[in-house]
């Protein structure tokens, strides 16, 4: 008798739904599977048969077969179920293995539906520093490095920023800005960043993805899946990520079933949400005006309690007959970011900002940064979607202050056109450590 046992594997496709060019069918041949280690629940055998019902005249009460809307091979139809593809994975960064995520779990999962900028350099040792929101490198990152997300630890606790201009007299500039502890000759930790693609890049993603679900006695695969949702919430402080991903097609594939593949486990540490701050800058970031500078924000730290955060993408099907998955490519058409901060303190400097339509930068940071570890979440420019003033002081418990922020528009990095190819004045960034 069979056992559930079963794992989750991750491969990039070099071409949308990985159609063999001689049977213009799905093929696993040439990719290259990772094994996630993730939760074991959400893992199931996946879709859902697409049918075309009929409803032909009938002289009795019975039915008549669906059709199957799929394509023929060797004179049979090709089984073909489409769905969703779900997985729960916590953020272990990946260490001192390696210094960038193109070839791990996270970088598949991330990258299909988001860009990626990898920084030129890993760490840089700051020579002098002319304020919290400006330092003197001792190597300076490159141009296309503006944008994004930089770490730190200051007096044993990781803080976050983002560079916004890399040569103001021969400066690094940064916001929101680091506290007061940002003194001496502290190490800056560049990390990997995913973002949306905006501008002239709208709805674009690094690459597609195929799952494979494997264990005893079955074997499923799903191609041709992109990104429709992360949301990311707390487990006892711990990072969780809950991802969904729309399959063009799902295919099983139980005769070829070798049994469950043990993860390939990250060697950083999981984020925790401590050791770590929740800022919003205290004045507004640029939104419609061109910076002749990258924008420099004062921070206000929040004593933050709990935090979700939600992206989902709009999926939309090219669609077209030529070949079993129906469409040519699944584009993100339009994307919804939405953060809610639960603070144990109100902070009244913010009870304001909905009613006067108020801007901010906001950062959620994670424990511990340093060599391969660390990760942040910014929104660039985020409104809020509720009353911040409407306290919660239901029950005998203490008075809370609920934060819904939600994405505008960013343009405080300073960029060229020849900028914008990379995450400078995109209006969300995740930052792993590399």
């Known amino acids: 008798m069979a056992v559930t046992h079963r794992s989750l594997s991750i491969a990039i496709e070099s071409s949308f739904g990985s159609l063999d060019s001689s049977t213009g069918l799905p093929s696993t041949s040439g990719l290259t599977y990772i094994s996630i280690p993730c939760e074991r629940d959400p893992i199931v055998i996946y879709g859902d048969v697409v049918a075309s019902e009929r409803t032909d005249a009938r002289d009795g009460a019975f039915g008549v077969p669906a059709e199957p809307d799929t394509v023929w091979a060797s004179g049979s139809r090709v089984r073909r179920r489409t769905g969703s593809i779900e997985c729960r994975v916590d953020l272990t960064t990946i260490g001192t293995a390696a210094n960038t995520y193109d070839a791990n779990y996270l970088g598949y999962l991330l990258g299909a539906g988001l860009l990626s900028k990898t920084p030129s350099q890993t760490l840089d040792n700051v020579s002098a520093i002319a304020s919290v929101n400006k330092y003197t490198p ?7 490095d503006i944008g994004t997300l930089i770490g730190a630890d200051l007096a044993g606790r990781a803080e976050y920023s983002a560079i916004t201009d890399n040569d103001v007299g021969g400066d690094v500039t940064i916001s929101p800005a680091l506290s007061a ?3 001496g000759s502290p190490t800056i930790r560049h990390l990997q960043t995913w973002y949306p693609g905006t501008r002239d890049r709208s709805g674009t993603k690094t690459h597609s993805v195929a799952f494979q679900v494997n264990g005893v006695d079955f074997k499923t695969d799903g191609f041709g899946c992109v ?21 063009a097609i799902i295919q099983d594939d139980h005769a070829a079933a070798t049994g469950p593949v043990e993860p390939s486990y990250n060697t950083g540490a999981p984020a925790f949400f401590r050791g770590a701050y929740v800022v919003v800058s205290s004045t507004a970031p640029s939104s419609l005006t061109d910076p002749v500078a990258g924008d420099t924000l004062a921070r206000t730290g929040l004593d933050c309690e709990d935090f979700s955060f939600t992206m989902t993408n709009t999926l939309t099907p090219k669609g077209h007959s030529n070949s079993i998955l129906a469409m040519s490519e699944m584009e993100i058409s339009d994307i919804d970011v939405e953060l809610t901060l639960t603070l144990s303190a109100p902070n009244t400097s913010l009870d304001q900002d909905y009613f006067n339509r108020q801007l901010r930068q906001v950062l959620v940071g994670t424990g511990p940064v340093g060599d391969g570890l660390g990760c942040a979440i910014m929104i660039p420019c985020a409104y809020l979607n509720n009353d911040p003033s409407k306290y919660e002081v239901g029950g005998n418990d203490i008075v809370r202050q609920t934060l819904t922020y939600k994405q505008s528009r960013y343009n405080g990095d300073f960029s060229t056109a020849a900028y914008d190819s990379n995450a400078g004045n995109s209006f969300l960034r995740i930052g792993l450590g590399i």
Do not use: C, H, K, W
């Open 181 to 183: 502890n940002f003194t």
């Open 227 to 247: 990104l429709e949702s992360i949301s990311i919430s707390l487990d006892s402080g711990r990072l969780m990520a809950d991802l969904v991903y729309q399959a």
């Open 138 to 144: 001792t190597s300076a990152p490159a141009v296309a």
